[in-house]
T-cell receptor, first 114, second 115 residues
């Protein structure tokens, strides 16, 4: 069984702060790593994906991957109340156009208070 | 359509009845995925289609679950003899050729309640 673990939270940060979301995975063969945001009652939406060790930045979001430690994180800078949602970490053994299944964590609930 | 469309949005059924859930992917998307999300849980993979073939159906929890897809279009997930543990939101996602999981768009889901 391929496990993806996330801190269930809830994580609460003030507006303008950095929110740090963490995820570990059990399958060393994992190649692709995704962060989804899910608002209450809504479907998940992809916000970041990362394949290579290191950091990947997109606006206020930075994904960090450390394959040796089997760890992936998401940093949200200048957090806004609109960032309040559940963040899902997902992992795949496939890469690029090779299609396949994603293994999801249970998600971390983030609340950004004004 | 502009996005992945799922129907019905809500379904309440009696235990033991069969249900069909429908997914209309984004036009041109060859890959289609079904996931299940129980209350408070992460997403659980069910099955994946490439075109109308299913290379990976390993996530289907029992033989009561089946899915089919017509060409590169509509997919139907069928649950026979529903049980209360089948209650969940069933999510469908699709992605275009070459992008794979980098751009998998989810539908709004079907909330299934078995009473």
């Amino acid at each position: 069984q391929k496990e993806v673990e996330q801190n269930s939270g809830p994580l609460s940060v003030p507006e303008g702060a950095i929110a740090s979301l963490n995820c570990t995975y059990s399958d060393r063969g994992s190649q692709s790593f995704f962060w989804y945001r899910q608002y209450s009652g809504k479907s998940p939406e992809l916000i970041m994906f990362i394949y290579s060790n290191g950091d990947k930045e997109d606006g206020r979001f930075t994904a960090q991957l450390n394959k040796a430690s089997q760890y992936v994180s998401l940093l949200i800078r200048d957090s806004q109340p609109s960032d309040s949602a559940t963040y899902l970490c997902a992992v795949s053994a496939d890469r690029g156009s090779t299609l396949g299944r994603l293994y999801f964590g249970r998600g971390t609930q983030l609340t950004v208070w004004p | 359509g502009a996005g992945v469309s799922q129907s019905p949005s809500n379904k309440v059924t009696e235990k033991g009845k069969d249900v069909e859930l429908r997914c209309d992917p984004i036009s041109g998307h060859t890959a289609l995925y079904w996931y299940r999300q129980r209350l408070g849980q992460g997403l659980e993979f069910l099955i994946y289609f490439q075109g109308n073939s299913a290379p990976d159906k390993s996530g289907l929890p029992s033989d009561r679950f089946s899915a089919e897809r017509t060409g590169e279009s509509v997919s139907t997930l069928t649950i026979q003899r529903t049980q209360q543990e089948d209650s969940a939101v069933y999510l469908c996602a699709s992605s275009s050729p070459g992008t794979g999981l980098r751009e998998a768009f989810f539908g709004q889901g079907t909330r299934l309640t078995v009473v």
